[in-house]
């Protein structure tokens, strides 16, 4: 079988690139760049909601952090925990947490920060019927105080040791009242639903968001009254624009000519040829994205043969990851070892592993019944070329997929109503450096969870309300192992990001699947 990736020269795709080059030249002029003081970034994704509690798109997450603060910053170089909208805290009991809050920040219309603003956001995003996307940011609140005008309560429903990972970076706080004005739109029941991801965010951060066209750009322009002290630093680049451009050659295109100023995601077979260009500068590293196929263990979707720990180990053996990894993933990239990312806390790689074998994953199909294989639909939504290479892989042995490649709005919905026998899935963990942002998302029966086992549930609920560090990881390291021996979900290879980007630009690559533009500047 052909390895990914194979089949096209690079004096081909070099000749592609250059002829979209030359015609991205003659479309229009280059606003990006120093002389312009706009930096503009792309990817292939259409972001849905700029509101990262509505939306799972790493493009929300980026552009929340320079527009918006949360209580406590997370230093994306050295991991420390820093005061930002809290400028103090301390557990006044194992259940409470009590936070001393800013003075004199001015939310981007004007009003006045205060204690109600961070009760309101978080009470809100934590409510059972909020629909709040990533539950587990919030599903430790129980409630949230107002001690005085800048002092909050934080009462969690169980002693939460992850609670400084949820409340840095993920959590923004946005004015009192702000979804009071979400719309009212018809749900899947015939009733009506509040909108909450059509509220455009409010904030207090470096960048003020100031045009947002939903799937395809958004602008965030300089905040020159962003407090002093913060963290973050002052903003120095004067506008930044996101732009959803679908198709990467003509992201690598733009980048070349100067319409773009950064683009990730660089395919390897690309990246040397643009570290030749004079005016960029390419780097890989890598992130915190884990790629893994969420198959129907429980049933969900019925009687199928998902529900067969043969089928499922036959589909783990049937797939080459290193081959993906190293021939289409390609710089910084790693296989997945286990249901989390190595460098969060309680992520167990030494569990059961699944060497490429098809004549194995071929005998375990025979003997669960299916020695000519079957058909099933495959859903995914991203990076649609590594789904197509695991599926060649999957036909290969039998496994006939038919791909469902959708949107992730699209997507969403069918994972949540018990729609999705295999599912290519991925996911960031919104950068938090702890288990329970992996393996407990997928893992405590939320609707996400595809395999619904009561004993994993349990010992990853225990694990996220003992404050006792080995007991923690002993907890997660049953919970990884059992879900690695029934092969629930298959891990498949942690992104690397190779970026190309602007030689004048100062920008720091970090090791989180971020892109920190608040701290860019022109050289």
Not at 257 to 272: H, K, M, Q, R, Y
Not at 282 to 297: G, I
Request: with cysteine.
């Amino acid at each position: 079988m052909k390895k990914p990736g194979e089949g096209r020269t690079m004096k081909t795709l070099r000749n592609t690139l250059m002829a979209a080059c030359a015609m991205t030249l003659a479309a229009s002029p280059a606003l990006a760049g120093k002389d312009n003081d706009t930096f503009v970034w792309a990817t292939s994704t259409e972001m849905d909601t700029p509101d990262l509690y509505y939306g799972n798109q790493r493009e929300a997450l980026i552009t929340a952090y320079a527009q918006c603060d949360s209580l406590i910053h997370r230093d994306p170089q050295t991991n420390e925990y820093q005061p930002l909208l809290a400028t103090s805290w301390e557990w006044v009991d194992d259940k409470t947490l009590e936070m001393d809050l800013r003075e004199g920040v001015k939310f981007h219309d004007g009003t006045d920060f205060d204690a109600q603003d961070v009760a309101d956001t978080l009470n809100h995003v934590a409510a059972p019927d909020s629909d709040m996307k990533i539950r587990v940011i919030v599903d430790w609140i129980d409630n949230v105080e107002v001690v005085d005008d800048h002092k909050v309560r934080i009462h969690a429903k169980a002693p939460t040791p992850a609670a400084f990972e949820y409340l840095s970076g993920t959590s923004p706080i946005y004015p009192a009242g702000h979804y009071d004005s979400a719309p009212e739109v018809p749900g899947a029941d015939g009733t009506t639903r509040r909108d909450w991801g059509a509220v455009i965010p409010v904030c207090t951060g470096p960048y003020k968001l100031t045009d947002y066209k939903a799937g395809e750009s958004l602008t965030l322009e300089l905040n020159p009254d962003y407090f002093e002290g913060s963290p973050k630093g002052k903003p120095s680049i004067g506008k930044i624009i996101y732009r959803t451009i679908k198709d990467p050659e003509t992201q690598i295109a733009e980048v070349v000519t100067g319409g773009v100023d950064w683009i990730w995601g660089v395919p390897p077979e690309n990246a040397g040829m643009l570290n030749d260009m004079d005016n960029l500068t390419v780097v890989s590293a890598p992130t915190m994205r884990m790629s893994f196929l969420a198959l129907d263990a429980a049933g969900r979707t019925g009687e199928t043969p998902m529900t067969d720990v043969r089928v499922r180990q036959a589909i783990a053996h049937a797939i080459d990851r290193e081959a993906i990894t190293e021939n289409l993933v390609g710089e910084g990239s790693t296989v997945q070892k286990s249901m989390c990312v190595s460098v969060q806390f309680g992520c167990e790689t030494d569990v059961t592993q699944y060497p490429y074998d098809p004549e194995k994953a071929k005998a375990l199909l025979a003997e669960a019944g299916y020695p000519d294989g079957f058909e099933l639909p495959f859903h995914a939504y991203r990076d649609r070329p590594y789904s197509e290479a695991v599926l060649n892989y999957l036909r290969a042995v039998g496994i006939k997929g038919d791909l469902q490649f959708l949107q992730w709005r699209a997507l969403r919905p069918l994972i949540v109503g018990d729609e999705t026998q295999i599912a290519h899935l991925t996911f960031g963990s919104n950068g938090m450096l702890d288990a329970s942002a992996s393996t407990g998302y997928y893992f405590q029966f939320g609707p996400d969870d595809y395999a619904r086992d009561e004993e994993v549930r349990d010992w990853l609920t225990e694990a996220e309300t003992t404050t006792d560090t080995e007991a923690r990881e002993a907890l997660y390291s049953k919970a990884l192992k059992k879900i690695a021996d029934e092969a629930y979900y298959i891990p498949l290879f942690i992104y690397g990001r190779t970026y190309a980007f602007n030689k004048d630009l100062d920008y720091p690559v970090t090791p989180d699947e971020m892109a920190h533009f608040y701290l860019a500047k022109w050289k």
